[in-house]
T-cell receptor, first 117, second 115 residues
Framework: AQTVTQSQPEMSVQEAETVTLSCTYD???????LFWYKQPPSRQMILVIR??????QNATENRFSVNFQKAAKSFSLKISDSQLGDAAMYFC??????????????FGKGTHLIIQP | DSGVTQTPKHLITATGQRVTLRCSPR?????VYWYQQSLDQGLQFLIQ???????AKGNILERFSAQQFPDLHSELNLSSLELGDSALYFC??????????????FGEGSRLTVL
């Protein structure tokens, strides 16, 4: 079974600074998807960024980028120019690409990100 | 707006009672997933349905059951409720097949409080 580990229960960063959230995972599969979801105080689960394991290029979405190290099974999220609206719980998630979607996401326990004004 | 609709948004009930949570997936999504988020447990996968049939089971209690109807909406039934069942219950849906991009689309959740 796949596992996802987020070793930082809480992180704090000054507004406008850069912060990196860590995630490691364990799998025996070679093809899969990795995600970062954001859960603000509203509790809605919002997709931040997606990475396909077969792609070597790291995904980027505006101020959000990932550092995907497949051999190390590491998938960190970098948030540049942090904004107050980035304050949220961030979850790293894994999903197998086999089965065409016949399984769900495996989540880490989350990292609570605090933005200091 | 993810396109996934969950009702009710909030529900308060007493121990021993039974409740039903409802989910309408995004148009065209055949797979529905239920997750439970408790304060100290993170997001726990409960069960998945695909086109009306149960596809995968996670840490779902025997007191809980679910089904997916022909119109693809799903219901999660929670019975003999205990204080520990108080949680946020998420429904998510996913594309299967040709347009598969991996992510799940989440509803806003149903917050259940058991008193």
């Amino acid at each position: 079974a796949q596992t996802v580990t987020q070793s930082q229960p809480e992180m704090s960063v000054q507004e406008a600074e850069t912060v990196t959230l860590s995630c490691t995972y364990d799998t025996s599969e070679s093809d899969y998807y990795l995600f970062w979801y954001k859960q603000p105080p509203s509790r809605q689960m919002i997709l931040v960024i997606r990475q396909e394991a077969y792609k070597q290029q790291n995904a980027t979405e505006n101020r959000f980028s990932v550092n995907f190290q497949k051999a190390a099974k590491s998938f960190s999220l970098k948030i540049s120019d942090s904004q107050l609206g980035d304050a949220a719980m961030y979850f790293c998630a894994y999903r197998s690409s086999t089965g065409g979607g016949a399984d769900g996401l495996t989540f880490g326990k989350g990292t609570h990100l605090i933005i200091q004004p | 707006d993810s396109g996934v609709t969950q009702t009710p948004k909030h529900l308060i009930t007493a121990t021993g009672q039974r409740v039903t949570l409802r989910c309408s997936p995004r148009s065209g999504d055949l797979s529905v997933y239920w997750y439970q988020q408790s304060l100290d447990q993170g997001l726990q996968f409960l069960i998945q349905y695909y086109n009306g049939e149960e596809r995968a089971k996670g840490n779902i209690l025997e007191r809980f059951s679910a089904q997916q109807f022909p119109d693809l909406h799903s219901e999660l039934n929670l019975s003999s409720l205990e204080l520990g069942d108080s949680a946020l219950y998420f429904c998510a849906s996913s594309v299967v097949g040709g347009s598969y991009t991996g992510e799940l689309f989440f509803g806003e959740g149903s917050r259940l409080t058991v008193l």
